[in-house]
């Protein structure tokens, strides 16, 4: 079992190329994650159910996992990614005719609760962009990130990628390999451009000093590249400062991109095609705006609301 999962996985960087966060994610729902806690890992209920081969799935071992993690509390979230995460092996075991057929085919997902996601006020926003000591080398790199993030939707793990060659300041532009390395062109606000400016002349030479080679846009004070633990550090510290009441993390400022973007008046699809998603559906989420900008929008748009408003305001 363990020298296929390990096939498995140079399959899913060699072939899939799914990033780090991704890979281990899936390592995590079917080995499972030994640091905590009793074992929820795929693998690891096998093992518990004394199951000792792959061809001994069915969707009825299946069904019995996912029971045995919602008794275990598990939110509902995570267990359809770990169920994604063993659907995807098995395919993978069938499609290497591992196994003669995909057992687990038809199998049901739990139906999820819908959540929207969270995002910043305008308010908020700014005051997280405004929180970095602009007088050190780690403060203008942080507010230029942070920016950035913003002003383009970019995942954390696009942003960590990011090279000086995929920039031009100019045409205010990015190169990003979103999932699945994919390609796209996204776009900074002039305020993004001016703080990446900033950190570029005034930040970044003093980060680089450890590391002349460096190619990297964003750069710990090693000089090597931050990586994505270092950037959620660094966004929830400011939020810290700025006295936000928000668990605030790097996809929230994604989230917040999106919710504005839309809140603004921009069509559904130029944003799908700004995030990078495959399908509108995903975008779709986005849809959901303030009451209060939905109130602004109908009394604006509708003639008879527009005539009951101004008559409101007379009396």
Not at 121 to 129: G, H, K, N
Not at 217 to 230: K, Q, S, Y
Request: aromatic content about 8%; charged content about 25%; hydrophobic content about 40%.
């Amino acid at each position: 079992m363990q020298e296929v999962f390990n096939r498995y996985i140079n399959y899913l960087v060699a072939e899939r190329n799914v990033s780090p966060y991704t890979l281990r994610n899936y390592t995590n729902d079917l080995v499972g994650n030994f640091t905590r806690g009793s074992g929820k890992g795929f693998f690891q209920f096998l093992k518990l159910r004394n199951i000792d081969s792959l061809d001994k799935i069915d969707k009825w071992v299946l069904r019995d996992y996912l029971a045995y993690l919602s008794n275990e509390g598990v939110a509902k979230g995570s267990i359809a990614r770990k169920l994604s995460a063993i659907r995807s092996f098995y395919r993978y075991l069938a499609r290497e005719k591992i196994l003669p057929n995909n057992p687990l085919e038809h199998s049901v997902s739990p139906k999820l609760d819908k959540r929207l996601p969270s995002f910043l006020t305008v308010d908020e926003t700014i005051r997280l962009l405004n929180a970095p000591d602009l007088s050190t080398p780690q403060g203008l790199r942080d507010r230029a990130l942070m920016e950035l993030i913003y002003a383009a939707g970019l995942r954390v793990s696009e942003l960590v990628n990011l090279n000086l060659e995929n920039m031009d300041i100019e045409t205010h532009e990015i190169r990003v390999w979103g999932k699945g390395a994919k390609e796209r062109v996204v776009l900074m606000g002039e305020l993004a451009v001016i703080a990446i400016n900033n950190y570029l002349v005034h930040g970044r030479p003093g980060l680089l000093a450890h590391n002349k080679s460096s190619g990297a846009l964003f750069l710990n004070r090693d000089g090597d590249r931050l990586t994505e633990r270092i950037v959620q550090i660094i966004i929830h510290k400011y939020a810290k400062l700025a006295n936000i009441d928000k668990k605030v993390y790097p996809h929230l400022l994604r989230h917040t991109f999106a919710t504005h973007m839309l809140d603004g008046g921009a069509d559904l699809r130029v944003v799908q095609e700004l995030l990078g998603h495959a399908n509108l559906s995903t975008t779709q989420i986005y849809t959901h705006v303030t009451q209060n900008q939905a109130r602004k929008v109908y009394l604006s748009a509708h003639p008879m609301a527009k005539i009951e408003s101004d008559n409101h305001e007379d009396k």
